[in-house]
């Protein structure tokens, strides 16, 4: 009788264990989140340079239907409608604004970035440049 096995009751995890795998996640948790972080900024940062190209393709068409009627400046910012620096330098249709055009293409991202694009010449030669970035970190 006294030679009788007893029976072991291991049922779950000990402490020692649960405190390890604990650790474990932390430690991965703690080396995994800047990445992700940077991930996503660098994706809400390239839709708005997405954005600056799509409203240079609209601002050339706009050009090109004499729409503008001199130099200015876009900003293409996040979370905002694109804005014209100059209230005279579009002349688009009848109660249509150059940000109705152009969408809310970022209106909802919360980047850190904003671009500008230049409109220069004059009236009927206006050249319409390439999106600058002009504040945050690189979009790459």
Do not use: W
Not at 1 to 15: D, I
Not at 100 to 114: E, F, I, L, P, S
């Amino acid at each position: 009788m006294f030679n009788m096995k007893l029976k072991k009751n291991n049922k779950g995890f000990s402490l020692v264990e649960l405190i390890i795998v604990i650790a474990i996640m932390a430690a991965l948790v703690a080396i995994l989140a800047p990445q992700y972080i940077k991930y996503v900024e660098k994706s809400r940062n390239a839709t708005v340079e997405t954005a600056a190209n799509e409203v240079k393709t609209v601002a050339e068409a706009e050009v090109a239907l004499d729409h503008f009627k001199s130099a200015c400046t876009i900003t293409v910012v996040a979370g905002a409608e694109p804005a014209i620096s100059s209230d005279t330098a579009y002349a688009g249709d009848t109660g249509v604004t150059f940000a109705n055009v152009c969408g809310g293409a970022t209106k909802d991202v919360a980047a850190t970035v904003h671009y500008t694009i230049a409109i220069t010449g004059t009236a009927g030669a206006l050249v319409v440049g390439n999106p600058v970035q002009v504040a945050g970190k690189t979009a790459g």
